[in-house]
């Protein structure tokens, strides 16, 4: 079953706005995780956060984790037409694989 | 460094014909190895993963199998492909909890078209 839901499903904004995404997980969790997909290629990580911190950052990305409401979020500030990309999160419980949604799709406008 | 090589690329098989794709690891020993099926509007699904040589753990019940001849060789396997069988197939693997997070590096994925 999938343990973790992206939305939105798509989202398009124009270059130089920020863009939020979210996840819901189902299950308790030790961190998540977010990854990049451009059109037929495979994911790319991009960020992890463990279930005991609150926010983390790298570069133009800020991710944070409510493990209360089992929700992360991904904010891309300043996006770039090259942001345009799939962007999913997975779900780590302890175990080796992560879980995945489908994904919210993101179109930046140039 | 570590590189993961998927191949091929892009396969279209007819019904009922066979599969095999490939997946590779360099550079790094006793890997976690995945499949992963990506279907059109159905995010990624995990299809299979191994922990060890021929140790492989099934995570949905289908009409694929997967093999672990060596330490860092994993295949994807069909004996008679169904239409549903089509879709984006990813290859990842990851050093486990081991190495303090499991974050996965992924292949280039494989593009399979049953008609």
């Known amino acids: 079953s999938q343990q973790g839901e992206e939305d939105p499903q798509a989202l398009s904004i124009q270059e130089g706005e920020n863009a939020t995404m979210n996840c819901s997980y189902k299950?308790?969790?030790?961190?998540l995780q977010w990854y990049r997909q451009n059109s037929g290629r495979g994911l790319v990580h991009l960020i992890l956060?463990?279930?005991?911190?609150r926010e983390k950052h790298s570069g133009r990305l800020r991710v944070t984790l409510d493990t209360s409401k089992k929700s992360s979020s991904l904010l891309i500030t300043a996006s770039r037409a090259a942001d345009t990309a799939s962007y999913f999160c997975g779900s780590g419980a302890g175990s080796y694989q992560l879980t995945f949604g489908k994904g919210t799709k993101l179109s930046v406008i140039p | 460094s570590q590189t993961i090589h998927q191949w091929p690329a892009t396969l279209v098989q007819p019904v009922g014909s066979p599969l095999s794709l490939e997946c590779t690891v360099e550079g790094t020993s006793n890997p976690n190895l995945y499949w992963y099926r990506q279907a059109a509007g159905r995010g990624l699904q995990l299809l299979f993963y191994?922990?060890?040589?021929?140790?492989i753990s099934s995570e949905v019940p289908q009409n694929l199998s997967a093999s672990r001849p060596q330490d860092r060789q994993f295949i994807l396997s069909s004996k008679k492909l169904l239409l549903s069988d089509s879709g984006f197939y990813l290859c990842?693997?990851?050093?486990?909890?081991?190495?303090?997070?499991?974050?996965?590096?992924f292949g280039a994925g494989s593009r399979l078209t049953v008609l």
């Open positions: 299950t308790s969790i030790n961190n």
């Open positions: 956060i463990r279930s005991n911190e």
């Open positions: 990842a693997w990851n050093q486990g909890l081991s190495s303090g997070a499991n974050v996965l590096t």
């Open positions: 191994s922990v060890g040589i021929g140790q």
